[in-house]
C-alpha cells in the first residue's frame, strides 16, 4: 500500500505543483483499478475526476489510503521536476522557487537534500545583477535535481 500512496502522494503534489495534470491522475488510477480486486473507493474517485480542477484532484489525491516516504516522494517529484526543466529550459526559475518553497515547508530535509534548495533562486536573482549568468543558475538546479531524483529515475525511462 505505501508504493500506491508514494504515488498518489508524487501526483498530488506534482499536479498542485502544475507539472503534471489531471488526465495522469486519471491514467494513474485507471491501471491501478485494474491491477487490483477490490480497489480502494478513493482510486475510483480519482478515475472519474477528468473533468475536476487541480485542487479538487489533488484532494481526491490525498484521500488515498495508507502512509507515504515523504523523501521517496519528494525524490520522485524531483524527477518529475527535471523531465520538465530539460523540456522548457525556461522553467528552470520556477524549478528554483518550488524547490525553496518545499525546503522551507520541511519537504525536503537537510538530512537527505542538504542546503542547495535554499540557494537555488538565489543564483537566479545573482545573475539578474550580472553576478554569474541564467546559464549557470539553470545548470545549477539541473544538477541538483539530477542528483536527487529517484533512484529509479536515475535507472531508465519514466513509469
Request: hydrophobic share 45%; net charge negative.
Amino acid at each position: 500500500m505505501t508504493r500506491q500512496k508514494d504515488e498518489a502522494e508524487r501526483l498530488r503534489i506534482g499536479i498542485r505543483g502544475g507539472w503534471l495534470n489531471v488526465s495522469e491522475a486519471v491514467a494513474w488510477a485507471d491501471r491501478q483499478i485494474a491491477e487490483s480486486r477490490a480497489p480502494h473507493a478513493s482510486l475510483l474517485d480519482v478515475a472519474i475526476g477528468a473533468n475536476r480542477t487541480r485542487e479538487e484532484m489533488a484532494a481526491l489525491l490525498g484521500a488515498v489510503p495508507g502512509s507515504s516516504d515523504v523523501v521517496e516522494v519528494m525524490r520522485a517529484c524531483l524527477g518529475d521536476l527535471l523531465l520538465v526543466v530539460e523540456r522548457e529550459p525556461a522553467l528552470a526559475r520556477g524549478a528554483a522557487r518550488w524547490v525553496e518553497a518545499a525546503a522551507q515547508e520541511g519537504h525536503l530535509p537537510e538530512a537527505q537534500f542538504g542546503w542547495e534548495p535554499w540557494a537555488l533562486d538565489d543564483a537566479f536573482a545573482l545573475a539578474d545583477q550580472s553576478i554569474g549568468t541564467i546559464e549557470e543558475a539553470r545548470a545549477r538546479v539541473l544538477a541538483f535535481l539530477r542528483e536527487h531524483r529517484s533512484e529509479a529515475q536515475q535507472r531508465g525511462p519514466a513509469r
